[in-house]
C-alpha cells in the first residue's frame, strides 16, 4: 500500500536512533515517529552553523514526550555504540549542510559529512543495527545530462558540500555491498516546510516577506528546483528505516513537480499577502541550474509518494513562521 507508515510492532520495543534530531529534517522525522509510537533516542552535537535558539526550537517538540531522549554529543564511536546498542534502526540525518560555506570550511565538511558517516556505520556494524537509513542529496548529481534525474544517472557534484554527501554515500552504499550492512541512502530535493533551517531560501523569503527585509536572489530566479516537503521526507525515512530494501539502496526522494525560483517568490507574496522586495545577485557558485527527481524506485521498492503540493507546503511553512515571530517580538 502507498504510503503506509510503519508500525512501532515493527521495532519490537527496541528504540529508533534519530543522529541531527535538533535540525529541520532531524527533528520532524523525530517527531513523525512518536507520534507513531515509536520510542527515539535523539543525537545531536548542537554545532554553529546556524543558532543554538533555532535548534532548541526544534528540540521543544520532541522534548516531554515520554518516548524520547536526547544525548547531546559528536558522533564518536563511544557515543553511536552506546545508543546503537538494541535499537531498531538508525536514521542518519547528521551533517553539515550549506553549498557556499563548502567552498572556504571544506575540512568542516569532511569532519562531519563524511567521517560522521563512517562513525555511524562501523558503530552499526559493532552492534549489529537492522537497518541504517542515510541522509544525501540530490547535490550528488549536479547539472544531471537528463530530467526526471534517476538514481543511476552520472554524478558529477559542483561544489565541495556535494563532494561530501557523495563520498558520504558510496561509504554507506559501501558497507552495504561489502560489510553485509543494511543500509538505504535517501537523496532529498530541496526540503522546505515549518521549521527550516534559517539560511535556506524559503524560509528567508517568508521572513522577509513579513518583516519587510529585502530578499538576496542568487540567479535570475529561472532556476529550477524540485521542492520536497518535510513531512513528506519525514515519512520517506520512516518507512525505509523499517522497508525490507537491499543493503546498499539508494533513493530519491523529491516531489517530481519541479518549479522555478520566480513561481515559488509568486506563491510566497501570494500566501503571505505581502510584496518581497529583492536584492539581485549574479549566479552562487557550485547553484546548479535545475534539479528534478523521479521517485519510481522509492515508490516501487518502499510504497512513499509525496503527498503535498507545494501551494499547501509553502503556507504551512508561512504559517510556522507567523507564529514564531510573533512570539519572538
Not at 535538533?22 to 512518536?34: D, K, M, P, R, V
Not at 521542492?227 to 525490507?244: E, H, I, K, L, S
Not at 509525496?306 to 510556522?320: E, F, K, M, P, V
Request: net charge negative; hydrophobic share 40%.
Amino acid at each position: 500500500m502507498t504510503n503506509a507508515l510503519p508500525s512501532p510492532d515493527q521495532a519490537d520495543g527496541r528504540p529508533v536512533v534519530v543522529t541531527g534530531v535538533a535540525g529541520f529534517i532531524g527533528s520532524h522525522t523525530a517527531a513523525l515517529l512518536l507520534d507513531l509510537g515509536f520510542t527515539v533516542i535523539g543525537i545531536d552535537a548542537i554545532t554553529p552553523y546556524y543558532s543554538r535558539s533555532t535548534k532548541d526550537r526544534n528540540l521543544g517538540f520532541l522534548v516531554g514526550s515520554p518516548g524520547f531522549s536526547f544525548i547531546e554529543a559528536r558522533l564518536s564511536p563511544d557515543v553511536c555504540e552506546r545508543a546503537f546498542r538494541d535499537c531498531s534502526a538508525v536514521i542518519h540525518l547528521a551533517a553539515q549542510p550549506g553549498v557556499r560555506d563548502s567552498w572556504e570550511d571544506f575540512a568542516t565538511y569532511v569532519d562531519l559529512n563524511i567521517h560522521a558517516t563512517k562513525c555511524v556505520l562501523d558503530a552499526a556494524l559493532v552492534t549489529g543495527v537492522p537497518q541504517v537509513v542515510c541522509a544525501s542529496s540530490s547535490s550528488v548529481y549536479g547539472d544531471a545530462i537528463k530530467y526526471p534525474t534517476r538514481e543511476d544517472s552520472q554524478l558529477v557534484p559542483r561544489s565541495p558540500y556535494g563532494v561530501t554527501k557523495l563520498t558520504s554515500e558510496r561509504l554507506t552504499v559501501t558497507y552495504g555491498i561489502e560489510r553485509g550492512l543494511r543500509t538505504a541512502s535517501m537523496r532529498y530535493f530541496t526540503v522546505y516546510g515549518p521549521r527550516q533551517r534559517p539560511d535556506m531560501a524559503f524560509q528567508r523569503m517568508i521572513v522577509a516577506a513579513y518583516t519587510g527585509a529585502s530578499f538576496p536572489l542568487y540567479g535570475d530566479g529561472t532556476q529550477i528546483r524540485d521542492f520536497t516537503y518535510v513531512g513528506d521526507v519525514a515519512r520517506a525515512n520512516a518507512m525505509t528505516a523499517f522497508a525490507d530494501v537491499a543493503a546498499g539502496s539508494v533513493f530519491n526522494v523529491c516531489s517530481e513537480s519541479p518549479t522555478t525560483l520566480n513561481d515559488i517568490i509568486a506563491d510566497v507574496e501570494s500566501v503571505t499577502d505581502r510584496q518581497l522586495r529583492i536584492d539581485r545577485y549574479g549566479t552562487a557558485l557550485g547553484d546548479v541550474v535545475r534539479t528534478g527527481g523521479s521517485a519510481s524506485r522509492i515508490a516501487d521498492e518502499v510504497g512513499w509518494a509525496a503527498s503535498t503540493s507545494l501551494h499547501d507546503g509553502i503556507r504551512a511553512q508561512a504559517a510556522d513562521v507567523r507564529q514564531h515571530l510573533a512570539q519572538v517580538v
